[in-house]
């Protein structure tokens, strides 16, 4: 992975520490390479980084899982080559969460399965007792991560984290950092991944329900 300087870390409010980390051992086979890339290894030992790793083991499907870790690994890779300080244990909450609105049979309003994974994320916050200022800020990443590009106003945890998504399953920005993403799909391979997340969010769209024609006065 790219070298780069040290991303500072926004700490977690008093408190937020409400569950224990996952143990690297317990978490999937699969997870292992990408657990133990520095990016990820350095924060296992976050109580708010192992929450968050075992609600994405518990949500996500194994292949839909790989793709949110190899997320954020490119995500980080490139705020190390531009040297962008970000919040890395609350992007990683967020990668972990960005996908979760695709699971279940739970009926989606507007906004789509992008909302609804927000709406995940911030009552797993919000138990994990972060504060409202971080969980506006990652929650909004996670909302408007299948933007075709990030808002002007977006801050670095939105742009990372679009920027990581869209790389991981598209390729798109991928000379910014080079060779990384084929490094993680070597350690942790989804074959045909495209397709079958592409027929997934196909699949999701189809039970989106749209808010009906606003009752007229009589």
Known sequence: ?????????????????????APLRVLPEAWQPLLRRPALAELLGHPLAGAALKEMCRLL??????????????????????????????????????????VGRTPLGR????RRSA?????????QQVGTVRRTTLTRAVREHMRPFPARDAGPEARLLHFGVWLDVTGRGERQVPGDRRLLTQLAPTPWF?????????????????????????
């Open 1 to 21: 992975m790219a070298a780069g300087p040290e991303m500072p870390e926004v700490p977690d409010p008093v408190g937020s520490g409400a569950s224990s980390p």
């Open 61 to 102: 499907p194994p292949r839909v899982a790989v793709h949110s870790l190899r997320t954020f690994l490119l995500a980080d890779a490139c705020a190390r080559i531009h040297g962008t300080a970000y919040d890395r244990v609350g992007l990683l909450a967020a990668a972990a969460f960005h996908d979760t609105g695709l």
């Open 119 to 127: 709406q995940l994320l911030d009552h797993f916050l919000a138990r």
């Open 111 to 114: 906004g789509g399965f992008p």
């Open 194 to 218: 495209a397709v079958s997340f592409s027929a997934r969010v196909v699949a999701c769209g189809l039970r989106r329900v749209l808010p009906g024609p606003p009752v007229t006065d009589r």
